[in-house]
């Protein structure tokens, strides 16, 4: 199947899931608060997702890349599923942290491999104009999520947030399972061999998973103290405050498209490099604002930063999947972010502690241009950065490399 067949699939798929993880991810705070939670162990609830998938991403790209993608993406989703009942059958505070380390588990099967599965559907020439369909899909469940989950929880309860991300979870399951065939791998002589050590050895790699990693840092530690600014320093009210964390996620979900096209035609390395600036820009100049149509204009331009760099970063992924295994790939990139997300939040409060919440946006900001400072120096021998020619790998490039159970043998 060709990627204009697969990809309304795995979206729809990816949205779903991504909306119910949404619906319920602003809340688990309050729930893990509800359960007698101290502030610790909030911390340990809230990291224990992100650390449990960031472990398992890279066997579950490896296998993947050489078992198929399917039988992933179902389990993943599956336990997504059966999870929302679990959440609400959760009777204490190690409990919720235990069903959030298997829930990171299963997050690690599902985003990643989604990713791969496009990328290895993906004609030449165009991996910066599909990554960017894809990520708008990621962002908008996530962003849409918390508004239904705040709904659901103000007329029917905590445990109507997590029914509905099982039925949607279940959703995806069951369209992957009625309507997705399995890629058939490529033949042995074509496919790449897994190799985490060639692929560490790339500099676009060790470019992209630096500045992913960094980013991620600065972009957690800074959203985490984004409110208590905006409350306490501007007196803003709580729903000016989620008008602007949903304001960041709408405006990088409507971009992503046109930015993923816009580094199929220009220079990826300088576009990514750009972003980088963009993002110490917006904030260094957040402790500046003074009232919420000034920060909200800051935070429209994270919104651009965050579509860009994940365009282009994206895009050079896929590359370098052709090179050394999509499935794996893609999972080292999203383990990048899940170490970013995880680290962000814990480095930010050692620096509020010491100097201020203004002053950690000051931090954010050198975290964000050294990011791009380090992903410009991993990839000054990277001759081309830019699209490959259409023409390289034949006209338009290889439209599919899925190749059919008679060429497989």
Same mark, same amino acid.
């Given at each position: ?21 949404? *619906? ?5 705070? %309050?729930? !893990? ?5 101290? =502030?610790?162990?909030? /911390?340990? $609830? @809230? ?40 959440? *609400? ?5 190690? %409990?919720? !942290? ?5 829930? =990171?588990?299963?997050? /690690?099967? $599902? @985003? ?77 002589r074509q496919r790449p061999k897994v190799s985490f050590k060639k692929m560490g050895a790339s500099g676009v790699f060790r470019g992209v ?64 490099v750009i972003a980088s600036f963009l993002g110490g820009l917006y904030m260094a100049l957040t402790p500046m604002t003074t009232n919420f ?113 008679e060429d497989v043998g």
């Open positions: 199947m060709t990627i204009k067949k697969i990809f309304p699939i795995i979206g729809l798929a990816t949205f779903a899931s991504m909306l119910g993880i949404g *619906i319920v991810a602003p809340f688990i705070p %309050l729930y !893990a608060r509800s359960l007698g939670a101290s =502030g610790f162990m909030i /911390g340990v $609830v @809230l990291a224990g997702y992100s650390i449990s998938k960031a472990v398992v991403m890279p066997f579950i790209g490896n296998y993947s890349d050489r078992k198929g993608r399917k039988l992933f993406l179902m389990v993943g989703l599956g336990c997504y599923a059966l999870l929302s009942l679990a959440y *609400i059958w959760g009777t204490n505070v190690y %409990l919720l !942290a235990l069903i959030r380390i298997v829930h =990171g588990m299963a997050g /690690g099967m $599902v @985003l990643p491999v989604a990713r791969a599965w496009i990328g290895d559907v993906t004609p030449g020439g165009e991996e910066g104009t599909w990554q960017g369909y894809f990520n708008t899909v990621w962002f908008g469940g996530m962003g849409f999520g918390p508004v239904m989950g705040g709904i659901l929880n103000d007329h029917f309860g905590m445990s109507a947030a997590f029914i509905a991300m099982g039925g949607l979870s279940l959703l995806a399951f069951i369209g992957v399972v009625v309507f997705l065939p399995e890629v058939q791998q490529l033949k042995s998973f630096s500045l992913k990693v960094l980013e991620s840092i600065g972009r957690r530690s800074f959203f985490a103290f984004l409110p208590i600014f905006a409350g306490v320093y501007l007196g803003l009210s709580t729903t000016q405050i989620g008008l602007l964390i949903t304001a960041d996620t709408v405006v990088t979900s409507l971009l992503q498209a046109p930015a993923g096209k816009l580094s199929d035609i220009i220079n990826r390395r300088a576009l990514i149509w000034w920060l909200l204009s800051v935070i429209v331009i994270a919104g651009l930063r965050a579509a860009i760099t994940s365009g282009g970063t994206s895009a050079l992924m896929v590359e370098e999947g052709r090179k050394f295994g999509m499935g794996s790939t893609m999972a080292m990139l999203s383990m990048a972010i899940s170490i970013g997300e995880g680290i962000g939040p814990l480095f930010g409060g050692v620096v509020v502690d010491q100097i201020g919440v203004t002053g950690n946006f000051y931090v954010s900001a050198g975290m964000m241009v050294l990011a791009g400072a380090i992903f410009l120096w991993f990839t000054r021998s990277k001759k081309h950065a830019v699209p490959a020619e259409a023409g390289a790998m034949g006209k338009g490039g290889p439209k599919s490399v899925v190749i059919g159970e």
